[in-house]
């Protein structure tokens, strides 16, 4: 039972990061259903942004975790704006390989600019560890657990409650009609490229403690995060959210009691069953259209 | 069926002779292995360029199947001790298998499911072949792959081999052609365009696609099976995402559509890499940034770029020539 919650504690952890990544796929999913396979290296580079900002300059942590968040922040513009934007007739697969060319990219500029070591961040609080009926919680699971909670409640209010949030929502729902009410479409595709970087970024930030931070990190990241989101409903906030938490604890659960070589695995069996059971996903409000 | 005409036959002649010289001049071993690397790639982007050109479907984890022909053939020949000609058929009939698994469900949905149901395959299958070390050689690699004999001869001349896999890709070559040209390729064609409407005329789409993944998945099993006894030795890293999604480049780099793109882009992509080991580290850089350069620019792959370009070349110096009136 003990080794069970154990379990249970590392892989809500783990989730919670799978959940930030899928969140990020799904506000850029929803505003311009593209699926962004840049979007790993983006969590790659907020943790080595951390890495020389916190540990090799000794910044402050708050400064730092910022800072690393507009220099994501600031790659998302970049890139939205001189790889996708560019593109005259914006043809589904085209968009997609521009992603993968990023990604390319994103992942040898970390190697330039980071080497090929890989890095360890401290944890970011000096609390000791919780006990829970026999079974430890870290206080960097508490910081990360809490940080998925409080980002989707302030996305939640973001969309439902300011005209911002809600003009993206329009775009996502169509973008031709939200222009025509007078929403600027385009800004709005800018804005949701940001700000699924920065979530990105802010999955790096909070992984960065408990993993080894390397240029190559943010692939399998990516992907996981990817099938968080199918598995909660592409575009769906809480569906992410559960997606995640969901992968997570199935994750952790399948190496613990079965097979630790089924680690990577699970996310993938988990994708292809849900194709099969419910291409839509868990919470997905979109109906699949079937031939 | 559209009868070979000789307008059709010219680029056939031009490619066999290209082979041909290419095959009979070049005298270095480490040529012929990347020249039949690039027969091998070009037979995987024909296989994919058939799926995403005319069936309008991609595919992220093609290099599944790939693998699954290599690792089938390899595993039946070197340790059951069949003949490798009689395990390609059991490695085809394997990766058929596998892609009507996944095929089946996410080819009925409309949208790009079967790129993710890809996804999700491509990835089990690397960390089957990765894990499953007692079969597999896990990590380290599956040695002692018997290379292919033809006719009671060891088939051990890398010059021998050029020529081999470069008739299988002349063989690939035809039937896409043939394919493509018939009623069912126009079906295909009908589906890229609109699923919705070619259905109203009586397609059955989502069978005509189904199909056509299956048949590009056997063609790359048996890439795979080249591969496999043409090194000798296949580890997972051959067959990992990354592949998969390099063979996606290949396709459109090329040009969707076009069979000759396809060998372009096969060509470009595995010549690439060779010429980016003068940059080192640079290599990723420069390799995301050519991608994404010719995709913003070029974004219908270098063959019909490139033509379109020359079109507009020619009405610009045709309306320069034009007196001014």
């Not at chain 1, 430890?136 to 998925?148: E, F």
């Not at chain 1, 995060?225 to 997570?248: E, I, K, N, R």
């Amino acid at each position: 039972m003990q080794e069970i919650l154990q379990y249970l504690f590392s892989g809500l952890t783990n989730g919670a990061i799978y959940a930030v990544i899928a969140l990020g796929f799904s506000i850029l999913f929803n505003a311009t259903e593209l699926i962004n396979f840049a979007h790993g290296e983006f969590v790659m580079l907020g943790a080595l942004c951390l890495v020389t900002l916190w540990s090799g300059l000794h910044l402050p942590l708050p400064l730092a975790l910022l800072l690393s968040a507009a220099a994501v922040g600031g790659v998302g513009f970049l890139f939205q704006r001189l790889a996708i934007h560019p593109v005259r007739k914006p043809d589904h697969i085209v968009l997609v390989i521009i992603t993968v060319g990023a990604s390319i990219f994103f992942r040898g500029l970390g190697m330039l600019l980071w080497g090929k070591d890989a890095f360890a961040v401290p944890s970011f609080t000096r609390k000791a560890s919780v006990e829970v009926a026999g079974a430890v919680l870290t206080s960097q699971s508490l910081v990360i657990i809490g940080t998925v909670g409080v980002l989707a409640l302030v996305l939640h209010f973001f969309f439902r409650r300011t005209l911002t949030g809600k003009a993206m929502e329009a775009c996502a729902i169509s973008r031709r009609a939200a222009w025509l009410t007078g929403i600027p479409a385009q800004g709005m595709v800018l804005l949701a490229f940001v700000l699924s970087a920065v979530i990105g970024g802010l999955g790096g930030l909070i992984i960065a403690p408990i993993t080894m931070c390397s240029y190559d990190m943010g692939t399998v990241l990516g992907l996981k995060g990817f099938c968080a989101a199918m598995l909660g409903g592409l575009g769906s906030l809480w569906g992410a959210v559960l997606g995640g938490l969901l992968l997570g604890v199935l994750e952790s659960l399948s190496v613990g009691l079965i097979n630790s070589g089924l680690k990577d695995a699970t996310a993938f069996l988990l994708l292809l069953m849900i194709l099969y059971v419910r291409p839509s996903g868990l919470l997905g409000n979109r109906s699949v259209q079937r031939f | 069926m559209v009868r070979p005409s000789l307008h059709n036959l010219v680029p056939y002649a031009f490619f066999v002779v290209l082979v041909g010289s290419a095959g009979l001049w070049v005298d270095n071993p480490y040529y012929f292995q990347i020249l039949s690397m690039i027969g091998i790639h070009a037979l995987l982007a024909l296989a994919l360029n058939l799926l995403m050109g005319y069936a309008g479907q991609i595919s992220l984890g093609h290099a599944a199947f790939y693998g699954i022909g290599a690792y089938a053939s390899a595993l039946l020949s070197a340790r059951y001790g069949l003949s490798p000609w009689l395990a390609l058929p059991c490695a085809m009939l394997a990766a058929g298998l596998v892609a009507l698994v996944v095929g089946y469900p996410t080819l009925k949905l409309s949208g790009y499911y079967l790129g993710m149901g890809t996804l999700g395959i491509g990835m089990i299958v690397f960390i089957v072949f990765r894990e499953w070390s007692s079969v597999t050689g896990g990590a380290s690699g599956f040695v002692g792959i018997p290379p292919l004999g033809l006719g009671g001869r060891a088939l051990l001349d890398v010059r021998s081999y050029y020529f081999l896999v470069w008739a299988v890709v002349l063989l690939a070559l035809c039937g896409s052609q043939r394919l493509i040209r018939s009623r069912v390729g126009r079906a295909l064609r009908s589906i890229h365009d609109s699923e919705a409407a070619a259905r109203a005329v009586g397609i059955p789409t989502s069978r005509l696609k189904l199909q056509v993944f299956v048949l590009s998945a056997v063609m790359s099993a048996v890439a795979g099976f080249l591969y496999a006894h043409m090194v000798g030795f296949i580890s997972p890293d051959t067959f990992s995402f990354i592949v998969s999604v390099k063979l996606v480049t290949m396709v459109v780099i090329g040009g969707m559509a076009s069979i000759w793109g396809a060998l372009l882009g096969a060509a470009l992509l595995t010549l690439l890499p060779e010429v980016l080991h003068a940059f080192a580290e640079f290599e990723m850089v420069v390799y995301g940034l050519i991608l994404m350069t010719v995709m913003i620019f070029l974004p219908q792959g270098l063959t019909r770029g490139i033509l379109d370009i020359y079109a507009l070349r020619r009405r610009q110096s045709e309306r320069a020539a034009r007196p001014a009136d």
